[in-house]
């Protein structure tokens, strides 16, 4: 049976990438974001990829299990996760995809903002921070009812364990939680943030015996319109970001850096005392 899989922010981006990305290796996909319209175009899009590749391959000549086993974006939910209503509309979502084995959460706003604008730092605050616990909440908490009912079936069966089947939750933060950039104060800030909160579900997970793993991916500066028209080095595509993405979920990475040439600037970044960081110019 397929796996399924929730894309929250599939309109655009990583996301939109990460989605179609999941569909073409087989698993039932859900997405959601702001724009009905962009939801409409990829699910279309990826659905028509996956099913020109199909008539290729198999030139014909399908057999049942192959069939089965094809994935594909079956529906979609227009979501705005700073909206009171939107853990209802997640369940929504996860009722008309049948289920969900991972939550990924790809939603996300920022800005580069010396002047200190009040109204982008409280749309960042809001979207990066609650809107990201109100998600990722409703899912972990979406999780833990489905992992309690399965213990109650095993129990029935009188069988040991809970079963080889763990959830998953992947989020996009980034690689500007790592330090305070001034840059940017209230993204960096909420990057930091969302580390530190995938760290505390990752142990309250395992504080409560439930089968929920947790991916906290962290790109460089990717391509995206989160920073069109800068300048910034080493910028990565979206496709390449989403590649390395869906194989850290599929390995089980609990943290990924992307890419190596990052990973090497974060470490190189952490030897830094603060006292010679916040007198560094980083834009």
């Not at 939109?16 to 009905?36: H, P, T, Y």
């Not at 009188?158 to 790592?178: H, P, Q």
């Amino acid at each position: 049976m397929a796996k399924k899989a929730i894309v929250m922010g599939a309109t655009s981006g990583i996301g939109m990438e990460v989605a179609s990305l999941l569909a073409q290796r087989g698993w039932q996909v859900g997405i959601a974001g702001r724009r009905v319209e962009r939801l409409e175009e990829v699910k279309r899009n990826t659905n028509q990829i996956i099913s020109e590749k199909t008539k290729v391959s198999q030139k014909g000549n399908i057999s049942e299990g192959v069939k089965a086993s094809r994935g594909e974006i079956i529906c979609y939910q227009q979501i705005d996760v700073t909206s009171a209503d939107a853990p209802t509309l997640l369940q929504k979502l996860i009722e008309k995809l049948g289920g969900m084995d991972l939550y990924f959460h790809s939603s996300g706003i920022g800005w580069q903002n010396y002047s200190l604008d009040f109204e982008k730092e409280m749309k960042t605050v809001e979207t990066n921070g609650l809107g990201f616990v109100r998600m990722v909440d409703t899912a972990f908490n979406w999780f833990a009812q489905q992992s309690q009912g399965q213990e109650l079936r095993l129990e029935q069966k009188s069988d040991k364990g809970k079963g080889n089947d763990t959830y998953r939750i992947a989020c996009i933060t980034s690689i500007a939680g790592t330090k305070g950039l001034g840059a940017a104060p209230a993204y960096s800030a909420t990057k930091r943030f969302q580390n530190h909160y995938l760290e505390c579900l990752t142990q309250q997970a395992h504080m409560r015996h439930l089968p929920i793993a947790i991916t906290d991916i962290r790109p460089g500066f990717v391509k995206t319109d989160l920073i069109a028209g800068s300048n910034y080095p080493l910028q990565l595509t979206p496709q390449e970001v989403a590649q390395q993405i869906v194989n850290a979920i599929e390995r089980g990475k609990t943290v990924k850096t992307i890419d190596w040439k990052y990973s090497i600037l974060v470490s190189l970044w952490r030897m830094i005392p603060r006292w010679i960081w916040t007198r560094l110019t980083i834009k």
